[in-house]
C-alpha cells in the first residue's frame, strides 16, 4: 500500500523525489512489523461499543470502509502511473505560500504527530511518534500540509521528519503523543495535557464517538466484527490525524493571564477549551463554577461512562453545555476556534474531508426539513476547493469509477456489497466494480476494490482521461487590459503593474504554448503587434469603439516564449508611452469587448485595471453615489448593478472560457456594482484599492505589489466546471461566489483560483429517514496551466440526526455565520440594507429561541446558548457593524460594495477575520507557547475581546482584521517597546503614517516581526501594517472595528444582547 | 357582436395557454438539465411582453364589453404581469435572469407560477367557450 503512494501521489512542490521513496519503503516494513493483521488486533475484534450504538442502528454503509492493513507489497506497475510532480500547486519559490489559514481549526490535517490519536495496541508509542511513518503509511496526512513545507525556496523532500509541517500547533505534539497513545497513560498525564486536549472533544450528543475522537480506546462503535473478511482496523489508520486532534498546546493556559480575576479564570481562561468541554449536566451552572475544568482532569472517569453509553438525558455533550451570554463575559477561546467535527464513527471520521476545504454549517443533518426549519439554522457548505494543497494524491487511471445513474465519483463513503459491487453513497444504486478497479496495484493483488486510493481518500484528483475534454486542452492564456488615460497616468500605477510582469514573467504559471497579450484604452482601444520577428512592440490603435474589430486578429496574442523579448520591451516603455496623455476618457466597455473578441477563441484570463468610472460607449456609467447620504441614509441605494450590459458579457465571456478579474485603483466612485458583474460572472475575482496613488498612498502600493505578485504567480485552472452533487433527499438552492450556474448543479468556472470560496444553500427535499449519513461531493473538473485535465474531488461524510439538541451540538458557528453573510449580501442587493440586517438579527433571535424552548428542559433567566453558538450574537453584531452592512457611519459605496462581494467570494478562514478582526497585546510578547515554523520562533499572544477597555495605555495591540493590520500604540507605551520594536525614542516620535516595522536585531523585535509575517503568512493577499497613535487619521477606523463598544449608532455587545434576550424571551 | 369578443378571447386565451405550456416546458428542460441557463431565459424573456400583451388584450375586451366579472378575474392577473416586468432591477436581464434563476429557488417559483397561469388561462378558456356559446345560441 505504502509503495503505492510513491506513485500515485504526486508531491506537488518537491523537487526530489527518491527521498520520499526510500522511506516510504522503510515505514512499510515498519509498519508490517508493527502490525500482525487484524485479526490480531483485539481492537478490531471489540464488539462495537455501545456508545455509538445505544444512540444508532450500527452504521452499515460505512462500515465496509474500515481502515485497511497495509498491503503487503510496493505497488510499482498497473494502471496507476508515477505522475510528474507537476503542478497542483505552483507555489513559486519565493512566493509565500498559503500557511495554515488564520483560523483554521487545526492541525488535524498537519499530519505526523497525528499518529498518536492511535491506540496503544496498535502501534507502539514509540512508534507513534516518528513522523514518517504517518506520512506514508496514511497519505492523507501530508496531503494536508498547507504549504508548510515549502518553507520559500528550496522545499525539502516531503517524507523526512521535516514534514511535521511547519503549520503552526505542531510544536507540543510530540509531547502529546505519549500521552495518547493508551488510556492508562492518559490518566497519568499532568493538567497541561488536558487543556490541549480538550478542544478535541467534538460537540455531540453520542459520546461515544465524542471521546473517541481524541482518545484512542477500544470500543470502536463502528466497528462490527466480521462484517467483510477483508474489512479491519487497519493500522494503517494511525497516520491521519483525524480533525478531532486537539490543538497542541500552544499555551499555557491560565498562566499567562495571572491579571484576570479568579471568578474570570474557571470561565474564561481555557476558552479555547471551553467551547468543547467534557459533558457537564446540563442545568448544573457551568459559569464561575470550577467544576467544568476539573472535569477534564478527570478524564478517564469521565470517559469510561461515556463509553459504556451514557444517553443524552444523563448527560449533555460539551457544545450544547449551556451558556448565559450575559453573565458569561470572555466567550473567545484562547487560539482559533475551531470546527466542530461530525460524530462519525472514527474510522469514518478520520478520512473525511478536511474542514478548510469542505465545511458544513450544520454537522448534523437534520432528518426532516421541518426539523430543520425548527432549529431555525441555515443549511449549507463553504468550499474551498481548488485551496493550495502541498499534497494531494493524484490518481493517474484509464477509467474514472463513477455511479452510472448519478454520475458520483467513488470515494471513501460508498459501500461495497461485496468484490464485484459497490453501492453509491449519493443516490444508493448499484454498480458494479469494473475489472480493472479489481486489482489492487498496491498489493499486487486482485479482489480488493476498497483498497484503492479512490477509496481511501476524501481528496484526491485525477487525471482526466480525454472522454472529459470537449476540445483539446487551452494553453493558459493571459491578455492585460490597462486604462491609460490621464487618471490613471497619474497614479502612477502602470509602473507598478509593468514592473512586477517583467518581475513574474517566467512565473507566470504555463507550458511551452502560453500566451500573452495586452490592450490598453482610455477613449481609444490600442493593441500591441508583438509577432515575432518584429523589432519592436507595433501599436494599433482603434478609435472607432462603437463598433470594435481586432485590427490583426493573429498577432495580438502571442506566445510567451517565442515573444518574451519584445513583451518585455513592450513592458519597459509602456509606462512612458502614456506619461503626457491629456484624454481623460475611458471606454471600459468596448475594451472588454475587445478583449473578449480577442481570447474567444481559446478562453483565458483577462486582467483589467481599472481606475476611474467609465465614460465613453457601452457600458459608461454615471455616478450614483451622493457623498453627503452616507452616513445619514436610511437605506443604501445602488448596491444593484446600473446596467446589464457587464452581466451580459461576463456571461458571453462565461460561455467561451474567458474570466475577467478586475483590478479597481481609484479615488473616485467607480461602480463597483455595476463593474463588479464582470467579474462575479465570469469566475474572476474583484481587487479594489480605494485612494491609490504612488506617491501619496505607499501603503497602498506595497499592497498592490504583493497581491500583483500573489496574483500572477498563483495556481490557475482554466475552462473549469465544478459539480456539487449530494445524497438523494437534499438539494441545493441557491449558490454564492464568483460563477455562473449553468444548470441545477453545475458551476461554469471559466479559471479557477486557489484564492476563491464557494457556498451554497441547501434544502431537504425528501425525509432522510433511513440514513445514517449524508455525503456530498465536490467535482472540480479543470485544465491545469500545463494543460492537463484534472478533476479534483472532494467528499464529505456527514451523519443525519433526528433531534434538535444534536443539530444544535453540531451547529458550526463560523460556517453559519460565513453563510448568513452571504445571504445578507443578496437580501441587501434585493429588498435592503435594513431587511438584510434585520434578516440577521433575527437569525440569531431565532435559533436561540429555538433551543430555548424545544432544547432546555430546565428554563433559566439570562440569554441560554449552546456552547457551540455561544460566539453567535457576537458574530451577528460583528457582521451588523462590518463596514458591508454597517449603517449610519460614513461608508462609500464602493468600499460596502467591496466588501460584500469578498463576503461572497472569499474562503471562510479570511471571512472571519474581516467580520470579527484578532485582538492581540504585542509588546509583551514571550516565547511562552510559542510555534516553531521553519526556524523560526513565531509568539502565539493570546486573543483579546474587541473592546477598548481591553486597551491599556501602557500597553501596544494588535489588530488583524483580515486585509488590514493595525498596531496600536499606547500613550503611555512601555518605552522599551517603543526603542526596540519601533526604533523610536517615545511616543511623541511615532509616525502619523509608519506602515513598516523597522528590522531591528533585539529580540523584541524579532518576535513582533516574526508574529506579523506569521499572520501575514497565512493569508494569500497581503495585508498592510499601519502603526497608528491616538492622533492619527486611521484610528477611527481601527475603533470602528472594537466591535463589543457602543458607537454613536450602533448598540453595544451587551446591548444586544439585551436585545436578543428580550425578543427570545417574549 | 358579444360573440365576436368572445371568440376574439378565445383566439387569445388559446395562445395565452400556449405560452403557458411552453414556459412550463421551458423551464422544466432547465430543471432536468436539457438546456443552460442562458438558453433559457433569453427564450423566455423573449415572450414575456407578448404574454403581457395577451393578457392586456383579453383584460381590455372584457372592459369595453362591460363583463365585470371576467374582467376582474383577468384584472390581477394582467396587474402582475405589468408589475413583475417594471419591477425588475436594472441590472438584470429581464424577467428570468440567468444567472439568479437557480438562487433561492426562483426556478421553482417561476415553475409555479407558469402552472397557476396556465390552469387560469384553461379556466377562461371555458368561460369564453361557455359566453361565446351562449352569445350564438341568443343570436
Not at chain 1, 109 to 122: I, L, V, Y
Not at chain 1, 196 to 202: E, G, S, T, V
Amino acid at each position: 500500500m505504502l509503495g503505492l503512494w510513491v506513485f500515485v501521489f504526486t508531491v506537488e512542490t518537491f523537487s526530489n523525489q527518491s527521498v520520499p521513496l526510500c522511506s516510504h519503503s522503510v515505514s512499510v516494513k515498519e509498519q508490517h512489523a508493527l502490525n500482525p493483521g487484524p485479526s490480531q488486533n483485539p481492537v478490531a475484534l471489540q464488539p462495537p461499543g455501545p456508545g455509538y450504538m445505544a444512540h444508532q442502528t450500527p452504521y452499515n454503509p460505512m462500515q465496509a470502509k474500515g481502515p485497511m492493513p497495509p498491503g503487503p507489497g510496493l505497488y510499482n506497475s498497473g494502471p496507476y502511473q508515477p505522475v510528474p510532480p507537476v503542478s497542483s500547486n505552483q507555489a513559486l519559490p519565493g512566493q509565500p505560500m498559503l500557511k495554515r489559514p488564520p483560523m483554521g481549526p487545526q492541525h488535524s490535517m498537519t499530519p505526523p504527530q497525528s499518529a498518536s490519536p492511535n491506540p496503544g495496541s496498535r502501534i507502539p508509542p514509540a512508534h507513534a511518534t516518528p513522523p514518517p511513518v504517518s506520512a506514508n503509511n496514511y497519505q492523507h496526512a501530508p496531503a494536508w500540509q498547507y504549504g508548510g513545507t515549502p518553507p520559500m525556496g528550496a522545499p525539502p523532500p516531503m517524507a523526512m521528519p521535516p514534514l511535521r509541517p511547519a503549520g503552526n500547533h505542531m510544536t507540543s505534539s510530540p509531547s502529546l503523543a505519549t500521552p495518547q497513545a493508551s488510556s492508562a497513560e492518559y490518566r497519568a498525564t499532568p493538567p497541561v495535557f488536558h487543556n490541549a486536549m480538550q478542544p478535541l472533544c467534538p460537540p455531540t450528543s453520542l459520546q461515544g464517538y465524542t471521546q473517541q475522537g481524541h482518545m484512542p480506546t477500544p470500543g470502536n462503535g463502528a466497528q462490527v466484527p466480521n462484517s467483510f473478511d477483508h474489512l479491519e482496523m487497519g493500522p494503517k489508520m494511525a497516520g491521519p490525524l483525524p480533525p478531532q486532534q486537539p490543538s497542541p498546546p500552544t499555551r499555557h493556559m491560565g498562566l499567562s493571564y495571572p491579571s484576570l480575576p479568579p471568578g474570570y479564570q474557571n470561565t474564561s481562561a481555557p476558552p479555547n477549551a471551553a467551547t468543547m468541554q467534557h459533558p457537564v449536566q446540563p442545568s448544573t451552572q457551568p459559569y464561575s463554577h470550577p467544576q467544568p475544568y476539573q472535569q477534564p482532569s478527570a478524564g478517564p472517569a469521565q470517559l469510561s461512562p461515556s463509553l459504556s453509553g451514557l444517553s443524552l438525558q444523563s448527560q449533555t455533550p460539551e457544545a450544547l453545555r449551556v451558556v448565559n451570554l450575559l453573565q458569561e463575559r470572555n466567550l473567545l477561546p484562547l487560539g482559533p476556534v475551531t470546527p466542530p467535527t461530525p460524530c462519525l464513527p472514527q474510522d469514518l471520521q478520520k478520512i473525511n474531508c478536511h474542514p478548510e476545504v469542505f465545511r458544513s454549517t450544520l454537522t448534523s443533518i437534520p432528518q426532516t426539513q421541518s426539523l430543520l426549519n425548527k432549529a431555525k439554522l441555515p443549511l449549507g457548505l463553504l468550499l474551498h476547493p481548488f485551496k493550495d494543497l502541498s499534497q494531494l494524491p493524484v490518481v493517474t487511471s484509464s477509467t474514472i469509477v463513477r455511479c452510472r445513474s448519478c454520475r458520483t465519483y467513488i470515494n471513501p463513503f460508498v459501500t461495497f456489497l461485496d468484490q464485484r459491487r459497490w453501492k453509491c453513497n449519493l443516490c444508493y444504486r448499484v454498480n458494479d466494480v469494473p475489472e480493472e478497479f479489481m486489482y489492487n496495484p498496491v498489493s499486487r493483488s486482485y479482489g480488493e476494490p476498497h483498497k484503492r486510493p479512490e477509496v481511501q481518500n476524501a481528496t484526491l484528483e485525477f487525471i482526466a482521461p480525454s472522454e472529459y475534454m470537449l476540445r483539446p486542452p487551452q494553453p493558459a492564456v493571459y491578455l492585460i487590459v490597462l486604462d491609460v488615460s490621464h487618471n490613471a497616468v497619474e497614479t502612477g500605477y502602470l509602473d507598478v503593474v509593468c514592473q512586477s510582469l517583467l518581475e513574474n514573467i517566467n512565473a507566470l504559471p504555463g507550458d511551452s504554448r502560453t500566451k500573452i497579450g495586452f490592450i490598453t484604452f482610455d477613449s481609444t482601444i490600442h493593441f500591441y503587434n508583438l509577432q515575432e520577428g518584429l523589432s519592436q512592440p507595433q501599436m494599433l490603435i482603434v478609435s472607432d469603439i462603437e463598433d470594435i474589430f481586432l485590427p490583426t486578429p493573429d498577432s495580438l496574442l502571442v506566445n510567451l516564449n517565442e515573444c518574451k523579448e519584445l513583451v518585455q520591451d513592450l513592458l519597459r516603455s509602456l509606462p512612458q508611452m502614456f506619461g503626457k496623455t491629456m484624454e481623460t476618457q475611458c471606454a471600459l466597455g468596448p475594451a472588454l469587448q475587445a478583449a473578449f473578441k480577442l481570447l474567444s477563441a481559446t478562453g483565458g484570463r483577462v486582467s483589467v485595471f481599472q481606475t476611474q468610472l467609465p465614460s465613453l460607449g457601452v457600458g459608461a456609467l454615471k455616478s450614483r453615489e451622493d457623498p453627503n447620504q452616507r452616513a445619514s441614509a436610511k437605506d443604501i441605494q445602488h448596491l444593484s448593478p446600473a446596467t446589464d450590459f457587464y452581466k451580459k458579457l461576463a456571461l458571453d465571456c462565461s460561455g467561451q472560457q474567458v474570466a475577467v478579474d478586475l483590478f479597481l485603483l481609484s479615488s473616485q466612485y467607480c461602480d463597483l456594482a455595476s463593474l463588479g458583474c464582470i467579474s462575479r460572472y465570469s469566475a474572476g475575482s474583484v481587487y479594489y484599492y480605494p485612494s491609490y496613488h504612488q506617491q501619496h498612498n505607499p501603503a497602498g502600493v506595497e499592497c498592490f505589489q504583493k497581491d500583483l505578485k500573489r496574483y500572477l504567480t498563483r495556481k490557475i485552472g482554466f475552462e473549469a466546471v465544478m459539480r456539487i452533487r449530494c445524497s438523494k433527499g437534499l438539494s441545493i438552492h441557491t449558490f454564492h461566489g464568483n460563477f455562473f450556474v449553468r444548470s441545477t448543479d453545475l458551476l461554469s468556472l471559466p479559471n479557477v483560483n486557489p484564492d476563491a470560496g464557494f457556498a451554497v444553500q441547501m434544502s431537504i427535499e425528501e425525509n432522510l429517514v433511513d440514513m445514517q449519513s449524508v455525503s456530498f461531493q465536490a467535482a472540480l473538473l479543470y485544465t491545469s496551466s500545463k494543460g492537463e485535465r484534472r478533476i479534483r474531488v472532494h467528499t464529505m461524510c456527514l451523519p443525519v440526526v433526528n433531534s434538535l439538541s444534536d443539530i444544535f451540538a453540531g451547529a458550526d458557528v463560523q460556517a453559519i455565520t460565513c453563510l448568513l453573510a452571504s445571504m445578507a449580501v443578496d437580501r441587501s442587493v434585493t429588498a435592503s440594507l435594513s431587511d438584510a440586517r434585520d434578516a440577521m438579527t433575527n437569525a440569531s433571535i431565532d435559533s436561540l429561541t429555538s433551543f430555548r424552548t424545544s432544547v432546555l428542559t430546565i428554563q433559566q433567566p439570562g440569554l441560554l446558548a449552546p456552547a457551540c453558538l455561544r460566539l453567535f450574537p457576537l458574530y451577528i453584531l460583528a457582521l451588523l457593524k462590518q463596514k458591508a452592512f454597517r449603517t449610519g457611519t460614513s461608508t462609500r459605496l464602493d468600499d460596502r460594495v467591496y466588501a460584500m462581494c469578498q463576503l461572497k467570494y472569499q474562503p471562510l478562514a479570511y471571512v472571519m477575520l474581516m467580520i470579527h478582526p484578532a485582538l492581540y497585546r504585542v509588546d509583551d510578547l514571550t516565547d511562552e507557547g510559542a510555534l516553531n515554523v521553519s526556524e523560526r520562533t513565531i509568539p502565539q499572544p493570546r486573543v483579546q475581546q474587541l473592546s477598548v477597555e481591553k486597551l491599556s495605555r501602557d500597553g501596544a495591540f494588535l489588530m488583524d482584521a483580515g486585509s488590514v493590520i493595525y498596531l496600536w500604540i499606547g500613550r503611555n507605551c512601555n518605552p522599551n517597546f517603543l526603542t526596540q520594536v519601533l526604533g523610536l525614542p517615545n511616543y511623541a516620535a511615532v509616525p502619523l503614517n509608519m506602515n513598516m516595522l523597522p528590522e531591528l536585531d533585539t529580540a523584541e523585535s524579532q518576535r513582533t516581526r516574526a508574529f506579523v509575517g506569521w499572520l501575514r503568512e497565512q493569508r494569500p493577499f497581503f495585508p498592510i501594517l499601519h502603526v497608528i497613535r491616538d492622533e492619527s487619521p486611521l484610528k477611527a477606523s481601527f475603533l470602528q472595528n472594537m466591535i463589543e463598544d457602543r458607537t454613536e449608532s450602533a448598540l453595544s455587545y451587551y446591548e444586544f444582547l439585551l436585545h436578543i434576550q428580550q425578543q427570545v424571551s417574549k | 357582436m358579444e360573440a365576436a369578443v368572445f371568440i376574439l378571447s378565445l383566439v387569445d386565451c388559446c395562445a395565452l395557454i400556449f405560452l403557458a405550456v411552453y414556459f412550463v416546458i421551458t423551464l422544466s428542460d432547465l430543471e432536468c438539465d436539457y438546456i443552460n441557463a442562458r438558453a433559457c431565459c433569453s427564450k423566455l424573456n423573449r415572450w414575456v411582453v407578448p404574454e403581457l400583451v395577451g393578457q392586456a388584450l383579453a383584460t381590455v375586451l372584457m372592459l369595453v364589453s362591460l363583463h365585470w366579472f371576467v374582467f376582474l378575474l383577468n384584472l390581477p392577473v394582467a396587474s402582475w404581469n405589468m408589475y413583475r416586468v417594471w419591477k425588475v432591477p436594472m441590472g438584470n436581464m429581464g424577467v428570468f435572469d440567468p444567472t439568479e434563476i437557480h438562487n433561492r429557488g426562483q426556478l421553482k417559483s417561476h415553475m409555479k407560477e407558469s402552472m397557476i397561469k396556465l390552469g387560469f388561462h384553461l379556466l377562461c378558456f371555458f368561460i369564453y367557450l361557455y359566453s361565446m356559446i351562449l352569445a350564438l345560441i341568443n343570436d
